[in-house]
């Protein structure tokens, strides 16, 4: 099968890459980075915003995987406005749909983001949960949705759309990363609230497993899918953070700050540019978040192989193994914090 992968040098990208590869799939792979030095496949470093690029890519494909995206907590995003965040994603998948319907794909899979439920109402989240998003992330995310249901009506081509919780594996970015580094170095971990509520993850390689299984099934899948470890396997969040220090035998304290103070500092500090995390992240910092992935259990024969403290364990093992590249820049308000912090000796 020839496919295309777009953000295939993403944390996600690299693990599907790996899983189409070992399928022997054509592969055509798609992003702004360049292409690591063992790729073997036909690469098109260009931006997803450049549809003539994108049309020479998807040429003669089938499927196209679609998983770039423009995010804040990526470090090449960083400086990035949410409306520039928004325009760039919901713009994108306007393109893939547009260059796959012109081109004569059959397939193409979307890696949306549970970020669209918002702060949850219900244990588990249904793909039925009302949607209200926290971010510009989240709304870009969810108005990409709709532009996919709506090209699916006029259109002859299948899309399948997952909402996967925050995802783990090799070479990760983002707030976890912070996490890694106080572990590594024992420092102080600050913990978001009280620790005692319950955030589903999902491994990388999982959702690659999800992706390679919609864009092969031969029966009716819904549009609309959840992604994440099994339900009832997540531990609290304090669980999992004690778990990651047991696991790296450091003797990192855990600094518990509480829910209404991080939301009233992290406001401030989002106002004025200097909040080492986005809303979506201070918000839902007490909150439970667990999805119910039953839909993709049924429609796909889906089955998550790894839970919360074996994917973060695995991800904080490749983190060491990649050395000095992975180290994240000091954050300035996380410099304060770690200087009045003491460290535990």
């Known amino acids: 099968m020839k496919s295309l992968v777009t953000g295939s040098s993403g944390l996600l990208g690299k693990c599907l890459v790996e899983r189409l590869s070992a399928r022997g799939d054509a592969l055509q792979l798609f992003d702004l980075a360049p292409p690591p030095p063992e790729c073997t496949h036909a690469f098109h470093q260009a931006d997803v915003s450049d549809e003539e690029a994108l049309a020479k890519a998807a040429r003669g494909c089938e499927v196209v995987y679609h998983l770039a995206a423009a995010q804040r907590m990526k470090p090449q995003f960083s400086s990035w406005t949410e409306e520039e965040i928004f325009d760039r994603n919901l713009d994108a998948v306007r393109k893939v749909l547009a260059v796959g319907i012109r081109e004569g794909v059959r397939k193409i899979v979307f890696v949306s983001s549970s970020g669209v439920y918002g702060k949850p109402v219900q244990d588990r989240c249904r793909e039925d949960h009302p949607t209200r998003p926290l ?30 919780m925050s995802l783990f594996g090799p070479g990760m970015t983002g707030i976890f990363v912070m996490l890694y580094e106080w572990v590594r170095t024992g420092a102080p971990v600050f913990m978001l ?35 994440g470890a099994d339900p009832d396997t997540t531990p609290t969040v304090e669980g999992m953070v004690r778990a990651l220090i047991a696991h790296a035998g450091t003797r990192s304290p855990v600094v518990k700050i509480p829910a209404s103070l991080l939301r009233n500092a992290a406001r401030v500090l989002h106002v004025v540019g200097l909040s080492p995390i986005v809303p979506e992240h201070y918000i839902l910092a007490d909150t439970n978040f667990v999805l119910d992935i039953s839909a993709a259990r049924e429609d796909l024969g889906w089955r998550p192989r790894y839970d919360n403290i074996e994917m973060m364990c695995a991800a904080y093992e490749s983190y060491l193994a990649e050395g000095e590249s992975a180290r994240p820049a000091p954050h300035p308000v996380l410099r304060l914090l770690d200087a009045v912090v003491p460290h535990r000796t």
């Open 135 to 164: 971010g510009e992330y989240g709304r870009s995310k969810l108005l990409a949705e709709e532009v996919c249901l709506e090209a699916m009506a006029k259109h002859d081509i299948e899309v399948t759309m997952f909402r996967p």
């Open 193 to 227: 609230g009280n620790g005692r509520n319950r955030v589903q993850a999902v491994s990388a390689w999982d959702v690659a497993d999800a992706c390679v299984l919609a864009a092969t099934a031969e029966n009716d899948v819904r549009p609309i899918l959840n992604l």
